[in-house]
């Protein structure tokens, strides 16, 4: 009997020991955070595709400049793209939104967020207001998402005319999961006064395809546009203002990851 109670006790002891030292307790094995700790805001590009003829587009422009001018070009990049032989538009443009839309609905104000993460076609209603909040909503629920891509990019002047500047920059895979089906694109926009002119595509560059990016790695780029970045405009003594973007998109899925204002 003595026995038997002994080797209850010793066997409580062990298990109690064993406790302590975490052994029974279920450990949870997650992914590496480093990519969480590590990641940067997500600058969020919003592609507002209209027509010289449409009649709602104003209300979309309306809304998305105010919302650009208020959050600024750190976190809301507003790029507006002319279709359709309006003026304004380039084959670019053109051929951007039948990438987007293929043989699905076309039709204008037609607005995509960081490419295809969300697409609203149209007004959601005719109050400004509204749809000024809904615009907003988007904006904010994309601006939570961390960014995986860390993106840099500067632009100095070029020894020769044309082209006047070099673009040069980095995208580094700051997540813990390799990145596939990636390019870096760019795009140049001049500045109007006039609604739907704010800052409206001039240029798209082409496509650079980014190599299977391992977590930690990096890809250099370089662009040589050959637009001059600081043409007159048809006041004398002025200079007209461009704008320059930056941005890394999947191709595959057609999800813009992320943006970039050069200054």
Known sequence: MKEKIF??????IFLLILSSNNIFTPQIFAQNNDSIINAIPRTVLVELFVQGGCLTCPTAEF???DLAW????SKFILVQEHLWGDGYDTPETNARYNWYVGDGEKGTPDVFIDGSTKRLQGLSCDCVDE?????KDVIDKELTRPSLLELTAIKTPHPDSLPNIIIEGT??????????????????????DELGLYNYIHDIFPFQNIPLLLPGASFNFKFLPEISFTPESGIDGEEEILHLIIFVQNTETKEILQALYVE
């Open 131 to 135: 749809n000024y909040e809904c615009y």
């Open 171 to 192: 995208v580094k895979n700051i997540s813990d999961i390799s990145l596939k089906d990636l390019v870096i694109c760019g795009m140049i926009g001049k500045e109007g």
């Open 70 to 73: 208020e959050y600024g070009t």
């Open 63 to 65: 809304c998305l400049e």
């Open 7 to 12: 080797i209850f006790i010793f066997l409580i």
